[in-house]
């Protein structure tokens, strides 16, 4: 019996809320929206899928997230979107106050939740959701996992494999500063470089760079904004959390480096699991750590301008 929120049921939200019916250990979903209409009409178009399948579902549709009791996992979707002309960061002053209303509105009437963060700019989502939730709960952001998903597919269409056949992560920070980490990148167990001499084979690593940093600003200028590479990327931090699957992935979690006075939300490559597991901070080359450092600077700095437009000091 697993009952999850999810808070903004627009774009990305309502896609994660679609991708959730076929997740058959949910029982119960909550969708929340403060626009009129749109939990409860998102609510009608999740009950039809739901009945096309025959699946047992229920669904709640509200307008306010004093609403949501009892959830095992409040998924924070809400907040302005990000148009193709602008920096994820830049909604940062933007959304933290509506994350900060989020988390107060239903930490107590949710006591065994844990909080998974989609808002942007993410990681200081993330941080301040933590802090507004006095660190008492288990919060999460969806750190580079989307990168990553993005890394694997221009690997894949590069190097003509199946994307089945690369493993690849990426860390840092969503958005600007995310940091490719090569080291990890493996095409069918073979590390990077043995494969490329091995199938004599070359790859423009600046194109491949170019394409996990960019192609979200192509697909909100054409589509208006990204919406499926989300869904599918989420649902597989959201099944680790819930299913304790111990899987390595990339989402993002508190990490405290020297140069930033508090812990920020910050993606090194971890298990996922009710308990979180091991990262992959040692395994990770020195060029990679030193830039995954200066991803926590930049997050931390974004980080201090949510506190202050939430009113936090």
Not at 122 to 138: E, G, I, P, Q, Y
Request: with cysteine; glycine share 8%; hydrophobic share 40%.
């Amino acid at each position: 019996m697993v009952h999850i929120a999810v808070v903004g049921s627009g774009r990305v939200g309502g896609a994660v809320a679609f991708s959730l019916i076929f997740e058959r250990y949910v029982t119960t979903l909550s969708l929340v929206d403060v626009a009129s209409g749109v939990a409860e009409m998102t609510k009608e178009e999740l009950c039809h899928a739901a009945a096309s399948h025959g699946f047992d579902l229920e669904i709640n549709a509200y307008d306010s997230t004093k609403h949501v009791r009892d959830a095992d996992l409040i998924v924070i979707s809400a907040g302005f979107p990000r148009t193709h002309d602008m920096s994820r960061r830049e909604l940062a002053e933007k959304n933290a106050q509506i994350m900060k209303e989020i988390v107060e509105s239903t930490v107590d009437n949710n006591p065994e939740a844990r909080y998974f963060i989609i808002t942007n700019p993410v990681d200081a989502m993330a941080t301040l959701a933590d802090k507004v939730a006095r660190n008492s709960r288990n919060v999460i952001g969806t750190g580079t996992n989307l990168e990553t998903s993005r890394f694997r597919t221009i690997l894949s269409r590069e190097l003509n494999v199946p994307v089945s056949s690369v493993d690849a992560y990426v860390g840092g920070e969503h958005g600007e500063a995310a940091v490719l980490l090569w080291s990890t990148v493996k095409i069918d167990g073979s590390p990077l470089d043995e494969y490329l001499v091995d199938y004599g084979k070359i790859l423009d690593k600046e194109k491949c760079e170019g394409y996990v940093k960019g192609v979200s600003r192509q697909i909100i200028r054409v589509l208006g904004g990204t919406r499926y590479g989300p869904a599918g990327s989420f649902i597989e931090i959201i099944r680790g959390i819930i299913l304790n699957t111990g899987k390595v992935i990339s989402y993002s979690r508190p990490r405290k480096f020297e140069t930033t006075p508090e812990p920020v939300y910050v993606t090194v490559p971890a298990r996922i699991a009710k308990s979180l597991g091991a990262d992959m901070w040692n395994s990770l080359i020195e060029e990679e750590r030193k830039a995954i450092k200066q991803a926590a600077e930049a997050i931390y700095k974004t980080y201090c301008r949510t506190k202050q437009s939430a009113g936090l000091g």
